[in-house]
């Protein structure tokens, strides 16, 4: 059986000055070592691999 490894990652969206929706990520393994990657919203789906949803929160805009 494979366990499940806990992530400590970091992720933000923010719209830029020219109106443009960027995301950034700081991505860590269980030796510490992180990745930092920023981009546009739109070019997101680029950088997905494996998704887990650890949480759910309703949000009224």
């Known amino acids: 059986m ?3 490894v806990q992530s ?3 992720y933000t969206e923010a719209e ?3 109106g443009n929706w960027r995301f950034e990520a700081i991505l ?3 030796e510490g070592e992180t990745c ?3 981009d546009e919203c739109s070019h997101l789906e ?3 691999v494996v998704a887990e949803i650890t949480g759910c929160e309703k949000t009224v805009l």
């Open 8 to 10: 400590d990652c970091g």
């Open 46 to 48: 680029d950088y997905i």
């Open 2 to 4: 494979i366990k499940p």
């Open 16 to 18: 830029d000055d020219e």
């Open 36 to 38: 930092h990657i920023e």
């Open 28 to 30: 860590k393994n269980t």
